[in-house]
């Protein structure tokens, strides 16, 4: 059975977004800012990387990580800059 669940975290003044929709072959799309920068469609419930780049100057590359299961999805910020993966939180649409 397929379910939708949503993700977002503001970084470097940016909104970074992902949808992981689990299922037989789950899929995770990133908006940055409300635009589509990144997908990813996956065959397992392990990490899948999704690399992005924010709109600075110049360009910070980023990786949203997605867990889709096994149990609830989650989702995870990384950074080279931090080193320290920032939690996005879930929400509820």
Known sequence: MRARHHFHIDYLGHSVSATVQTGHSPVVEV??????TGYARTHADGPTDVGIE????????VTV???P????????????ADGEPQV??????
Do not use: S
């Open 65 to 67: 990580r997605a867990t």
């Open 69 to 80: 299961g096994p149990g609830d999805p989650r989702c995870l910020l990384l950074t080279e």
């Open 54 to 61: 924010l709109p600075t100057d110049p360009p910070t590359p």
């Open 31 to 36: 908006l940055v800012d409300g635009k589509e």
């Open 88 to 93: 996005m939180a879930p929400r509820p649409y």
